[in-house]
């Protein structure tokens, strides 16, 4: 038996922020008609529960303008709608399940769309799928395929990838430069074997000098 998702909501004008709160989806599949019908699949949980949604939105959609983004704790859309107008509500005719909830930290009111900033969302900041747009989805069967993209959230591993930058570690290998250290050992023997060589010079002069010495007495005698 299948399980629906909690839903948050906002909107301006122009657009419709819809959340679909589900962490570590997997099989996702989602889909978004010009009619304005959501449908949403996916599993989640470690006993891979089926989660499913059908919502009837208010009003037409601009779909080729519509993004998506699936990331590790919800699925977030900017939807575009078709023509520019408050709806004020997300589902069409009556009340709206409980399951779906206004997201008022996305809110903005009609009165401040005006203002700087408000409402002005991308899927920049979003971890996941980065933006991607409903259009080129190909529907729940090319969804399929975000299933494997869902793992997409598993790329922020691949930042992991990163790690390899421990092999920055293999910069330890400059300790191999205290190797440089036997250069030192080195140029000490070579010290001492100049030292030594120096030693037995001196040790020929003063031989060289005694046997002078030698030579002068011994013509001193004659």
Same mark, same amino acid.
């Given at each position: 038996m299948s399980r629906h998702p909690e839903v =948050?909501?906002?909107?301006t004008i122009d657009k419709i922020f819809l959340t679909v709160v589900l962490a570590d989806s997997k099989e996702t599949k989602v889909n978004l008609l010009p009619e304005g019908v959501f449908d949403f699949s996916a599993k989640a949980g470690p006993e891979n529960h089926v989660y499913e949604l059908k919502l009837e939105l208010h009003d037409k959609v601009n779909? &080729? &303008?519509? =993004?998506?983004?699936i990331g590790e704790r919800s699925i977030f859309c900017i939807i575009e709608k078709a023509e520019p107008a408050r709806w *004020? =509500?997300?589902?069409? +005719? +009556?009340k709206a399940p409980h399951y779906v909830?206004? $997201?008022? $930290?996305k809110w903005v009111d009609e009165d401040d769309e005006g203002n700087a900033g408000a409402g002005d969302m991308d899927m920049g900041g979003m971890g996941g799928m980065g933006g991607m747009d409903f259009s080129s989805l190909g529907g729940m069967a090319g969804l399929e395929g975000l299933g494997g993209m869902g793992g997409l959230e598993g790329l922020g591993g691949m930042g !992991?990838? !990163? !790690? %390899? /930058? +421990? @092999?920055g570690g %293999?910069?330890?290998?400059? /300790?191999? !430069? +205290? @190797?440089? /250290? %036997? &250069? &030192?050992?080195? *140029?000490? *023997?070579d010290e001492e074997e100049t030292a030594n060589s120096g030693d037995k010079k001196d040790e020929a002069a003063k031989e060289e000098a005694k046997a002078e010495e030698l030579t002068t007495s011994a013509k001193e005698d004659k």
């Open positions: =948050k909501w906002a909107e779909v &080729e &303008e519509s =993004k998506i983004n *004020d =509500k997300l589902i069409r +005719g +009556g909830k206004v $997201d008022w $930290d !992991g990838m !990163g !790690g %390899m /930058g +421990g @092999m %293999m910069g330890g290998m400059g /300790g191999m !430069g +205290g @190797m440089g /250290g %036997m &250069e &030192e050992f080195e *140029d000490s *023997d």
